[in-house]
């Protein structure tokens, strides 16, 4: 899912140009922040972008010029106009996190910003998607002796092991099977192992 944040006034250091603004955008991915932080990266270097990883979980690519004329007094400062990349990916549970893109640009017009974006100057989200989809992330789930469910609509783990296994408190060890850091770590219809050991048991003559 791709957000725009929009264009807003930077509020910025003292080593930073007075000229600058910024564009935001974010993606979520199925991944944990560490594995889609490595994503990021790969995604890049499959554009050729070059960049300095930070503390975090960030990264921040090398300035880049752009043909844009600037103002009278910044050419005579020797200034040009040049954007670069500001990279953070936010963790939202165990198997899913949130790629920030904020789109630094110095002595570019605002209107002019929006298309130097990295969703559209380097199908970066869909490069990152589709080196997703090729190294998926890892399952810690059993092979055998369990069940896949798949979880309804407003369903958290207390919902899913209350209906499959008759006590709610089980919700602990499907998400440690599944490795789930809590109840609500959880998407509509996302599949859970449960193990046969904790579903219900038949009634006799049922």
Excluded: C
Excluded at 142 to 165: I, Q
Aim: charge should be neutral; avoid cysteine; proline fraction near 7%.
């Amino acid at each position: 899912m791709l957000v725009l944040l929009g264009v807003v006034a930077a509020s910025l250091p003292a080593a930073s140009s007075s000229a600058d603004t910024v564009f935001g955008e974010q993606h979520e991915v199925d991944f944990s922040a560490h594995n889609a932080f490595l994503l990021t990266q790969d995604a890049l270097r499959g554009k050729g972008v070059l960049f300095d990883v930070k503390p975090g979980n960030s990264l921040a690519t090398l300035w880049t010029p752009t043909n844009t004329p600037v103002g009278f007094l910044a050419a005579l400062l020797g200034e040009q106009a040049r954007y670069r990349y500001e990279i953070q990916v936010v963790p939202e549970g165990s198997h899913k996190s949130k790629i920030v893109v904020n789109l630094r640009g110095q002595h570019i017009a605002q209107d002019a910003l929006g298309q130097y974006k990295a969703s559209t100057r380097l199908g970066l989200f869909n490069a990152i998607d589709q080196l997703a989809a090729r190294y998926p992330p890892p399952s810690g789930r059993p092979r055998e002796g369990g069940v896949n469910f798949a979880l309804l609509p407003n369903e958290d783990l207390r919902g899913l092991a209350k209906r499959v296994t008759g006590d709610e408190s089980n919700w602990r060890e499907i998400a440690k099977d599944n490795g789930i850091s809590s109840p609500t770590d959880v998407t509509p219809f996302q599949t859970i192992w449960v193990s046969n050991s904790l579903l219900k048991k038949p009634k006799p003559g049922s």
